[in-house]
């Protein structure tokens, strides 16, 4: 929402808390549901206030209004995407990049993978979810990290593959890669013309150095 959207939240808000009989909050306390809702657009706010309206009989709080938004994407896998990243880790020879989440998740479901997948994948999911919704309550962002197999030709191309998407930095990626190593600064078209000048300068000095010498 932006500021514009202020006075229609509030008259949102307010027709919420009259609905259920409940007074509307101080003003103190409408900056703190503004602070919370803000980064939300208005029409998805309302239609939050509206949902809460068709569960509860109770006056809502910021956190019962959230639980009726979306979550902003953070780059987590979903658990199901999650899972078939974590398989790959069942050899040891495949590297795999996953999230903190994924990694902590299969070291729960490994234990009975061999034994049963159908059970090791549903105590992967629960695990997982927990996990990430503990991270994003802390406000923690994603953390992408390399489990490295000993396959070295695939470590490469899944580590470049990574790095690619975004998933790993590069300084991170040459460490597990070295031959990704780049140059520590880029190339600048305007620093090799200064250069070039330079260049020519000091040459035209050298020459007319040699001639007055003759």
Request: with cysteine; aromatic share 8%; glycine share 2%.
């Amino acid at each position: 929402m932006t500021p514009a959207n202020k006075p229609e939240f509030l008259a949102v808000l307010s027709r919420t808390f009259r609905t259920l009989r409940q007074p509307v909050p101080e003003p103190e306390i409408l900056n703190v549901w503004w602070a919370k809702l803000e980064p939300f657009p208005l029409e998805a706010v309302a239609q939050a206030f509206s949902k809460h309206l068709d569960v509860s009989e109770f006056a809502p709080t910021p956190a019962a209004i959230l639980k009726h938004l979306p979550k902003a994407s953070d780059d987590r896998p979903d658990a199901n995407e999650a899972w078939a990243i974590a398989l790959r880790g069942r050899d040891e020879r495949d590297t795999v990049v996953w999230t903190q989440e994924c990694a902590e998740a299969f070291s729960i479901a490994s234990s009975v993978l061999d034994d049963d997948e159908t059970g090791a994948r549903m105590a992967f999911k629960a695990a997982y979810e927990r996990l990430v919704e503990r991270a994003r309550t802390d406000g923690r962002p994603v953390q992408w990290i390399a489990s490295l197999g000993h396959d070295a030709a695939q470590r490469e191309i899944v580590v470049t593959e990574a790095l690619r998407a975004g998933r790993l930095q590069l300084e991170h990626a040459k460490v597990f890669v070295p031959a990704l190593a780049a140059p520590d600064s880029a190339y600048s078209a305007s620093v090799a013309q200064e250069n070039l000048a330079r260049l020519r300068q000091l040459t035209t000095s050298i020459n007319k150095s040699g001639e007055a010498r003759d």
